[in-house]
């Protein structure tokens, strides 16, 4: 059973910087599999953020992270980063951590972590 726990979240200003980190642990991946950051604000839907095939060959962000959000992964410690730059308000939400076996399929889930974005 794959486990997702995600951290790095907090209140920051606008024009400043998080880190999300999500470990996984329980499983392993096959290159096919996509990990992918979503987030939830408040009265708003759950939105695709960023998230790329465990091969690395496909990449992608929404539009409005593009330039400001960046993707890595330590492969050594199971863990995927989404690094973000330049936060608006409007990047407030719960970011979710998950692991599908194609882009719309995504069987595991983290807990969140809230991410606040002050004027």
């Known amino acids: 059973q794959v486990q997702l726990v995600e951290s790095g979240g907090g209140l920051v200003q606008a024009g400043g910087s998080l880190r999300l980190s999500c470990a996984a642990s329980?499983?392993?991946?096959?290159?096919?599999?996509?990990m992918a950051w979503f987030r939830q604000a408040p009265g708003k839907e759950r939105e695709f953020v960023a998230g790329?095939?465990?091969?690395?060959?496909?990449?992608s962000y929404i539009e409005s992270v593009k330039g400001r959000f960046t993707l890595s992964r330590d492969n050594v410690k199971n863990t995927v980063y989404l690094q973000m730059n330049s936060l608006k308000p409007e990047d407030t939400a719960v970011y979710y951590c998950?692991?599908?076996?194609?882009?719309?399929?995504?069987?595991?889930w983290g807990q969140g972590t809230q991410v606040t974005v002050s004027s």
């Open positions: 790329f095939t465990w091969s690395g060959t496909v990449i």
């Open positions: 998950a692991a599908g076996v194609n882009w719309e399929s995504y069987f595991y």
């Open positions: 329980g499983g392993t991946f096959s290159s096919r599999d996509v």
